[in-house]
């Protein structure tokens, strides 16, 4: 027994002398809207795009829950800096949609997905939300740009009506 304790303080002192390169950020995350402007009631879709800035091939494991990747987390805020609520659905009892994937993301490799924001923020009020996505890790703090996407009233009365026939 007193072997194994021994390889057991060995072997933590020889992970503690080696380089920190755990706490170094892999990814680099940037964000842009694919529409800016969209109409209430719309979905509001964002384009992420993760680039694996080390020096070895990523390999992880990804649960995708209402069309978002898990391995992101979404902050979204309303013009004046309030945090937007998450939606809500009928029946969580019966659990959410999703699927599980695993992937590898070469060294030097951009990933670039959309992810409906939408689907777990409420943004169906007109007014501008600011977005910021980043990566979850507890070895690291890793976040992206800052984007605003603006929603408009959806004005069905200016719908140009389509001519009749004679």
Known sequence: ?????????????????????????????A????SPI??????VYIKVSLTNTSDHDVNEGV????????TFRFEVREEHGKLVPKRTYPHPE????????????ARGETLTQEQRVSALYDMRKPGKY?????????????KSNVITITVIPNDKGSVPKADKAP
Request: proline content about 8%; some cysteine.
């Open 94 to 105: 019966l659990g959410t949609p999703g699927s599980v994937t695993f992937r590898t993301i």
């Open 38 to 43: 969209v109409v209430t009631e719309s979905e």
């Open 31 to 34: 964000i842009s809207a694919v």
């Open 1 to 29: 027994m007193p072997a194994f304790y021994s390889f057991c303080l060995i072997f933590s002192l020889a992970l503690c002398q080696q380089p920190n390169q755990r706490h170094k950020p892999p990814f680099k995350i």
């Open 63 to 70: 649960a995708y829950v209402r069309d978002l990747d898990s």
């Open 130 to 142: 600011k977005i910021q996505v980043w990566k979850r890790n507890p070895d690291y703090d890793m």
